[in-house]
C-alpha cells in the first residue's frame, strides 16, 4: 500500500488504522508547533519548586514546549494510548501497594516495540518519512498533546481521562515530518467534582495541577534520599507509586481490561504479602523485578520504602 500523495484527511486515515493494526486503543494527530499556551505555567511550575528533586524536570525547557526541537521539520505530533487497566487486582489486604502499571513487563519496552512496528508500517504505505518515537524518554509534554489530538482531557489530578476508559492508559508520541490533518481537543467533563483532590493523602493536588514534590509517587520512586518524617503515616502503604487519585475518580468506573499478555503481573507477585515484601532480599528482587518497571527504584528503594510505610504512626 503506498498512498504518499493522498489528500491529509487519507495520510491521517491510514495512520490511525495502522496504529490500531499496532494494537494502540487510540490514535489522535496535532499540529507540531510551540506550546505558547503552556509555557507561562510550566515555568511557574518549575518557579515554585513543585518538582522537588527531579533536576532533569528543569533541563531542555524550550525542547519541551517545542517538538520542532526535538525532530527538526516535524509537522505533526501523533498520540498513542495503550489500555493497562489489569484484569485482576493484586491482594490488598494485610498488603504493601505497587501502582497498577508496575504490575507486568516494563511498558517502556513493550511500546517501543510496537511503535517501531507502527513508524516502520508508516513508511511502507506513506514513503520516505522521518519520525522519532516517544516514551517517557525526552521532554514531551504528553498529556498535553494527548489533550490537542482529542485523545480526552487533562482531569483535576492533572491526568488524562477519557470518557470511555478512564485514566488508565500509557501514552506514547511518535513526531513525525509527515503533514497530516489534526484532530481538536474535546471539552472538560471534571465538572465540579474533586475526590482526587479530597483523598490525596498528602495534599499533592490542586485543580488541575500536582505538586510534584508531594506526590506519593515522587517519594517512593523519584525521591533517591530519606523520605521526610513529615509525611510519615500517609502513604497508606504504597510502596511503590500510588493509584489513590485514579481510583476515586468516577471517569474509572469506565476502565476495560487490558488486553495486553505482558502487563499481567509478574511471576510470583500475586503472592506477595507485606511479610514476603519484608523478606524480600537483593537477589530475590532482582529475580522478582526483572524485565518490571519496579526495578527502577532498585532494591535500596524498595526496602526504604517499605520500612518507612511500616513504622509506627
Known sequence: MQVSGSSLENRSYVVKKLAQEAGFDFCGISKAEFLEDQAASVEQWLKSGKQGKMSYMERHFDKR?????????????????????????????????????????????????????????????????????????APVMERTWAQRSGAGWIGKNSLLLTKDGGSFF?????????????DGPIADFCGTCTRCIDSCPTEAITPYQVDG???????????????????????????????????????????????????????????????RWKALDQESFRVLFKGSAVKRSKFTGITRNIKFVSKKK
Open 65 to 137: 514546549l517545542d517538538p520542532t526541537l526535538l525532530v527538526p521539520g516535524a509537522k505533526s505530533v501523533i498520540t498513542l494510548l495503550y489500555n493497562y487497566y489489569p484484569p485482576k487486582m493484586l491482594p490488598k489486604e494485610q498488603n504493601f501497594h505497587i501502582a497498577k502499571y508496575a504490575y507486568g513487563q516494563d511498558y517502556h519496552d513493550i511500546l517501543r516495540s510496537k511503535l517501531r512496528t507502527l513508524l516502520k508500517n508508516m513508511k511502507t504505505a506513506l514513503g520516505d518519512i522521518q519520525g522519532r518515537i516517544f516514551v517517557d524518554s
Open 170 to 182: 500509557f501514552i506514547a508520541e511518535l513526531i513525525t515530518d509527515l503533514e497530516l490533518s489534526p
Open 213 to 275: 514534590s508531594k506526590c506519593i509517587s515522587y517519594f517512593t520512586i523519584e525521591l533517591k534520599e530519606e523520605i521526610p518524617e513529615t509525611v510519615k503515616g500517609k502513604f497508606k502503604n504504597w510502596i511503590f507509586g500510588c493509584d489513590i487519585c485514579q481510583d476515586v475518580c468516577p471517569w474509572n468506573r469506565f476502565s476495560k481490561p487490558h488486553r495486553e499478555p505482558a502487563f499481567l503481573p509478574i511471576d510470583g507477585l500475586l503472592d506477595m504479602n507485606q511479610e
